[in-house]
């Protein structure tokens, strides 16, 4: 019997993403409360009974603002769960892809970031990811850490269905103009990391493959430019447009501080890889069709 890639986070955009892309492997997806990081203790059986060829870890406390009031809970789930798998999988050489976040930087550089740029997270959430990383890393001989950012799908709560639910409540709507990134389609994001598995199981693990990457959708943009081009798309259907009012970050204070321009530079991702996700705009189109013509918004 073949062994199983055990996955985690299963019913989040990317776990979600992953059970759709990777129908020819074997995949054993987990989430809560099967599998969860409150429960510490459990998650050694669970590893010994799946006996897992390989691990990609998409399970993570992502609610950013929660984080600042709640911050027991994202480090457990950020930072001691994380450990917890990564310890097991030195102790059975398995491979682990760990995904982390551009909220690990704080935003002010100017450029896109490196891998090997100084961390500085603003908030709980980013603190926690970070503290994942640094666990995942110390802990595993077979460890690579994606950082991504701005991540969008069809499902799950993100910025592209939160636009389309607020349009079915006003006509004006007011963004953020002044905070840059890269989104990234969690079906792209899915995509290249199953490649990169398979590139890892071809070759035989390689000193190159461990370490930090960054993997975003190609291109850049605002929110308020993100929120413009879901409703260009959205015509298509015959939705009207709402007034999409450019805001200061300050105009919208919110518990945590968003870094400002978080823009990640996937150079090394296509170097070691060979991998470079597609532009971001272009992704976009299929992730509104399946929300609108399955009227999920």
């Not at 105009?251 to 321009?261: E, G, K, L, N, S």
């Amino acid at each position: 019997m073949t062994r199983p890639v055990l996955v985690t986070g299963a019913n989040g955009q990317l776990g979600t993403a992953l059970a759709r892309a990777g129908k020819e492997w074997t995949l054993h997806t987990v989430s809560r409360p099967e599998f969860d990081f409150e429960h510490l203790d459990a998650i050694p059986g669970i590893f010994a009974t799946l006996n897992p060829r390989a691990v990609i870890n998409a399970a993570a406390y992502t609610a950013v603002d929660a984080a600042e009031s709640d911050a027991a809970a994202a480090f457990r789930a950020n930072r001691d769960g994380p450990a917890v798998l990564a310890r097991l999988c030195r102790e059975t050489g398995t491979p682990l892809i760990h995904i982390s976040t551009d909220y690990v930087f704080d935003g002010t550089k100017g450029s896109p970031y490196l891998e090997s740029d100084p961390v500085a997270p603003l908030g709980i959430y980013g603190a926690s990811k970070l503290a994942g990383e640094e666990e995942v890393l110390q802990a595993g001989v077979r460890t690579l850490v994606l950082r991504t950012s701005w991540v969008i799908s069809p499902t799950g709560r993100n910025f592209v269905r939160t636009m389309l639910a607020a349009r079915q409540k006003t006509n004006r709507l007011r963004v953020v103009a002044d905070q840059r990134g890269r989104p990234t389609s969690a079906s792209d994001l899915a995509a290249a990391i199953l490649a990169i598995l398979h590139r890892v199981e071809c070759t035989g693990w390689q000193e190159r493959y461990a370490g930090v990457f960054h993997i975003a959708g190609s291109g850049e943009t605002t929110w308020h430019g993100l929120a413009t081009a879901i409703f260009e798309e959205a015509a298509r259907h015959g939705l009207t447009a709402p007034e999409i009012v450019p805001i200061a970050t300050s105009d919208w204070p919110t518990p945590a501080r968003r870094p400002p321009d978080s823009r990640l530079d996937c150079t090394r991702l296509a170097e070691v890889f060979g991998l470079r996700l597609p532009l971001w705009r272009e992704s976009l189109g299929p992730i509104i069709d399946e929300i609108l013509c399955a009227g999920t918004h």
